[in-house]
């Protein structure tokens, strides 16, 4: 697995056999690497920063849950593909994760749009997240999706500043509704930092 590969192909994929072999031992190390890219934001959300990795994971679980073969794998990587991140981005699943089906449902009618108010802080400098244009994540009912799929775009400005590891770095929604700031661990740093050339 290449940290630098920006796409995943079938060449990338473990045989069927030899992923079921395997798979516990993957998803122990995958857990592992994951730990510091999961960063909780207020009570509700949590960002799950992806990359090359948990992307590839992603398609080869699906693949071997519903064992769509060569049909399915088209689909998975047009699906995954995008969240593989760029170089000069970072790109990250966004979940609401809340129990109670009735609580969830007034709190996602409540932030309708708030995948547009998502936005990383470097020092003083804000980038605002851009949502994944596959499918709009709010309803025409202004009901938000409980799951949200971002991109930050940085120059390379920004790039090196991130690399350095000394600024100080934010993570934020800024929603009438929904208003949280986290800082950035140095192991939340170090990890992400790995997702640009």
């Known amino acids: 697995m290449s940290k630098q590969k920006r796409q995943i192909e079938k060449e990338d994929l473990l045989a069927p056999k030899v992923y079921e072999k395997s798979r516990k031992e993957l998803r122990l190390k995958l857990l592992e690497f994951k730990k510091n890219r999961r960063i909780p934001l207020g009570p509700y959300a949590t960002f799950y920063f992806e990359s090359f990795e ?3 994971a992603q398609v080869q679980e699906m693949l071997h849950i ?3 073969g060569d049909d399915q794998l088209k689909d998975e990587l047009n699906a995954y ?3 593989v991140p760029n170089g000069n981005e970072l790109t990250a699943t966004l979940m609401f994760e809340i129990d109670n089906p009735v609580s969830r449902a ?3 009618g409540k932030v309708g749009g708030i995948e547009e108010k ?3 802080k470097i020092d003083d400098e804000i980038i605002n997240a851009i949502p994944e244009d596959d499918v709009d ?3 025409a009912e202004g009901k938000a999706s409980s799951v949200q799929f971002i991109h930050f775009r940085f120059n390379e400005n920004q790039i090196k500043k991130f690399k350095n590891n000394s600024a100080s770095i934010e993570l934020g929604i ?3 509704d929904y208003s949280h700031t986290t800082k950035l661990t140095k192991e939340n740093i170090s990890s992400l930092v790995s997702d640009f050339n």
């Open 106 to 108: 007034s709190f996602l």
């Open 54 to 56: 948990t992307m590839l």
């Open 66 to 68: 519903e064992k769509g």
């Open 118 to 120: 998502v936005f990383m």
């Open 174 to 176: 800024n929603h009438k």
């Open 137 to 139: 994540r709010t309803s």
């Open 81 to 83: 593909n995008p969240l």
